[in-house]
């Protein structure tokens, strides 16, 4: 069907499926469509994702550019940053700089890291390399941050001020209080993590509202 929508729209668990909701976000992995816009078996073409904005500079962009870049979409930062990306250094470039930043801070380096560096860093946190599938951790979900994003009974969350906001394409819905002492299954990369910790606070889809 003509109007059936692409598959790249991008879960916290990295999955990509079409759905028709687009997101607040966009970004990319490099080309991973063959000629007729289908994804291929690859999920990656490169160690750099990045986290772009829909629009920049006016320019419009098609999303699945023969031999090029497979844009995917996200629901928001939040998703974008579980599923393994950073901002983008040209279109988001005030967020990136802030992202350095708190990266800097969490790691105890001299200077901001260097795009490369974060990307080599990110690499292995976000994908096991045997499975080729996403790489999780274990956490208390009381210790971590806000806009850290778990699985917890077979379902996405969002960790936002006191709160677990449920997770979806179409934005967040159910609430349930944080579980303490509760070991939780992190998604978000542990860089990400560490970076959210000294306070970088990701754009949230507008159904999450404000933190409590």
Known sequence: MPNSPLQNRVRPDQEIVADPGRGTLMGNRGCL????????TARWRSKLWICCALEWQGVRRDVMPPGRWTALFFLDEATALAAGHRPCAYCRNDD??????AWQKAHGLAEPPRAVEMDAQLHPERVDRATKRQRTTQARAGDLPDGVMIRREGRLWLLAGSQLLEW????YADRSPVPGPELAEVLTPPSSVAVLAQGYRP????SAGQPG
């Open 203 to 206: 754009l949230l889809h507008p």
């Open 96 to 101: 990136y700089q802030a992202y350095r930043r």
């Open 168 to 171: 979806s394409f179409a934005g």
């Open 33 to 40: 469509h063959d000629e007729h816009r289908r994804l291929r």
